[in-house]
T-cell receptor, first 115, second 113 residues
Framework: GENVEQHPSTLSVQEGDSAVIKCTYS??????FPWYKQELGKGPQLIID?????GEKKDQRIAVTLNKTAKHFSLHITETQPEDSAVYFC??????????????FGKGTHLIIQP | EAGVTQFPSHSVIEKGQTVTLRCDPI?????LYWYRRVMGKEIKFLLH????????ESGMPNNRFLAERTGGTYSTLKVQPAELEDSGVYFC???????????FGEGSRLTVL
């Protein structure tokens, strides 16, 4: 099945600076790469995703880049704000012998925005 | 429209006891998933329902865990008997289409003492 590695586990940046979180995946057939944000006491929420037919996608201050050759994708947050503080998870489609759909997740990155 | 709801939000039980977690997916979502996050680790897949059928339960840790989705609506996840290592946050998610966005509930935190 798919294996997703995520780095760093903790990232502290000054408010207004940029933050980058990176993930690698193992299954070259994977074609969908979402990023989820989990705030304290809440469930993960999709913030941006990318499919394998494009290399980059932007939505205001967040962007995701995908390198299929190297099998890695990254989340970029520019002009960070205090409300960006959360745990971020990358994910890729799960591949199980039973044919389940759904996602396999990285271990998460705790992003801390310093005022 | 209501999101995915989970109950209870937090459960504290002693080793050997039984706990049942409930998930109500978004109405109309045939796909329902259970995930678990143990402290500091990844959100790990447990199983996937399509309507009332178990599509895959390969992520279930062992036979102390039993998931059901009677009638293809809400789902329950029972842990019996609970062990210390079962502590964590159990997330339920639903989706309308496969390989699409998962909508997560707020999770049920299980603490086994």
């Amino acid at each position: 099945g798919e294996n997703v590695e995520q780095h760093p586990s903790t990232l502290s940046v000054q408010e207004g600076d940029s933050a980058v979180i990176k993930c690698t995946y193992s299954d070259s057939a994977s074609n969908y790469f979402p990023w989820y944000k989990q705030e304290l006491g809440k469930g993960p929420q999709l913030i941006i995703d990318i499919r394998s037919n494009v290399g980059e996608k932007k939505d205001q201050r967040i962007a995701v880049t995908l390198n299929k050759t190297a099998k890695h994708f990254s989340l970029h947050i520019t002009e960070t704000q205090p409300e960006d503080s959360a745990v971020y998870f990358c994910a890729a489609p799960i591949r199980t012998g039973g044919g389940a759909d759904g996602l396999t997740f990285g271990k998460g990155t705790h992003l801390i925005i310093q005022p | 429209e209501a999101g995915v709801t989970q109950f209870p939000s937090h459960s504290v039980i002693e080793k050997g006891q039984t706990v049942t977690l409930r998930c109500d997916p978004i109405s109309g979502h045939d796909n329902l998933y259970w995930y678990r996050r143990v402290m500091g680790k990844e959100i790990k897949f447990l199983l996937h329902f399509v309507k009332e059928s178990k599509q895959d339960e390969s992520g279930m840790p062992n036979n102390r865990f039993l998931a059901e989705r009677t009638g293809g609506t809400y789902s329950t996840l029972k842990v019996q008997p609970a062990e210390l290592e079962d502590s964590g946050v159990y997330f339920c998610a639903s989706s309308q289409v496969r390989d699409g966005e998962l909508f997560f509930g707020e999770g049920s935190r299980l603490t086994v003492l």
